[in-house]
């Protein structure tokens, strides 16, 4: 053992945390390699020969593609969540998940520190150590993106290319596109390189997970998606028959037919939570299907209020979990909360994928709120329409007291000298207003 100990070093086996590997056996501590596999084109096999060959201790390649659509995708589906209105958190929601497991290899390997390949200006610094601080605040955490003596000496790829070639380091041999790709089971970024000019569109051949929707087929696919909880707990194709009933093929079946529809593409700019805005373009193909059908069955199955109440937790788990806070007192709250208001959204949501679009076909459920004989214009049932009056003039209060208002104010001020008496005085009587006022006073 190294006279600094043993550090588990999250992996990818690209340029940057090859190079950390071996910076870090330069600087005197034992490297473990640890590889997540959560659903990413990956050959981990080439992969962990990398690593032992560049010196790494140890080997963890770790597949937590299940436990990522189960303890992480399922509660924002739940959720609705959506940063900004828009980002499905496929990155935010992967980092704690990724780093939970580091924490464990690294209490299980005894090491003391953990250390990863993020950068000093993004996000995925602040998710990768809040959740180590938070599960194990004695491990310390090797920044290197963050550390002088690694950034000056590492100015950009070109340093890093030459590290590389100075340590037999394999390169690749071909040129590396010119934006950074990030990918997961539930979605891939693209951002950084010619990306981070704004104005800059996306180049062809750059989206790998999803179909130009102008070329995806000319017919659409039809699924029916069952909830239970709020849980897409089955998936079946209405055309060819195909049933997918438990969490991660569920997940990887809707990749396919989103993908091959070209659903989940956005281009955003957005609100880093260190403080800068960053472009990002995104394919979450599976989860725009789940988000639409899920947002569906929870209308038709939940409580008005309860919902409105729902909607402002979901906002702020969205912000949680971008902003690294899975792993904190808060957001655990927060998940139970969502969750107990799922437990009535229970149902079957039919839908049509199609260029691009999910389109909502229909809905049911054993524990709607629906009543089609309620709701009928053919047929009164036990609805009275005359209770609508009382109802509108009780609701019409604030608005008389805020006109009235108005109307007296400026005419006190001279900017009105033109009113019905009756007209108003009428309104005074129906009004909450405090002002003392006789109809000959007006």
């Known amino acids: 053992m190294s006279g600094k100990g043993s550090v588990v070093l999250a992996y990818s086996g690209g340029l940057d945390t090859s190079c950390i590997l071996v910076w870090l056996k330069e600087q005197g501590y034992d490297v473990i390699a640890y590889l997540a596999n959560i659903g990413q084109k990956e050959d981990f096999e080439e992969a962990r020969k990398k690593a032992l060959k560049l010196g790494a201790k140890k080997v963890f390649i770790e597949d937590i593609s299940k436990e990522f659509v189960e303890e992480f995708i399922w509660p924002a589906i739940q959720s609705s969540a959506l940063y900004e209105d828009r980002y499905l958190l496929g990155t935010s929601l992967a980092r704690p998940c990724i780093a939970r497991k580091q924490v464990e290899i690294a209490q299980r390997e005894g090491a003391k520190y ?3 390949g993020a950068t000093g200006k993004g996000n995925d610094q602040i998710r990768f150590e809040l959740t180590c601080y938070s599960l194990a605040p004695q491990i310390k955490v090797i920044a290197p993106w963050r ?21 037999g380091i394999p390169v690749p041999v071909t040129p590396k596109n010119p934006w950074s790709m990030d990918e997961n089971l539930m979605h891939i970024s693209y951002e ?8 800059n569109q996306a180049p062809p051949g750059l989206y790998t997970k999803t179909q130009d929707p102008a070329k995806a087929p000319n017919s659409p696919d039809t699924l029916e998606i069952e909830f239970k909880k709020g849980v897409p707990v089955k998936v079946t194709n209405v055309g060819d028959g195909t049933t997918h009933s438990t969490a991660l093929e569920l997940f990887l079946y809707l990749n396919e037919v989103a993908g091959k529809h070209g659903v989940g593409r956005i281009d955003i700019v957005e609100n880093r939570f260190i403080g800068m805005k960053s472009r990002g373009i995104y394919e979450t193909p599976a989860g725009t299907i789940l988000y639409h059908a899920h947002l569906d069955i929870e209308a038709f199955t939940m409580d008005r209020e309860v919902r409105k109440i729902k909607q402002g937790l979901g906002l702020k ?18 998940r139970h909360c969502i969750a107990k208001s799922q437990e009535r959204v229970e149902g079957k949501v039919h839908v049509s994928v199609f260029k691009g679009q999910v389109y909502i076909l229909g809905r049911e459920s054993p524990l709607s709120l629906y009543n089609e004989e309620l ?6 049932g036990d609805y009275e329409p005359v209770d609508a009056t009382g109802f509108i003039n009780i609701n019409s209060l604030s608005n008389l007291d805020n006109t009235l208002t108005i109307i007296i104010t400026s005419y006190d001020e001279g900017k009105n000298d033109r009113f019905d008496v009756d007209m108003l005085f009428s309104l005074h009587l129906k009004s909450q ?10």
């Open 192 to 199: 950084a390189g010619i990306l981070e000019n704004p104005k």
């Open 317 to 334: 788990f969205a912000e949680l979990v971008y902003t690294g806070f899975w792993h904190s007192p808060e957001c655990e709250f927060v």
């Open 375 to 380: 709701v009928s214009m053919n047929v009164q």
């Open 114 to 116: 953990v250390s990863h």
């Open 433 to 442: 207003w405090k002002r003392d006022i006789r109809k000959e006073d007006l």
């Open 147 to 167: 550390m002088p003596e690694f950034y000056n000496r590492f100015q950009g790829r070109n340093d890093l290319m030459e590290y590389a070639k100075q340590h």
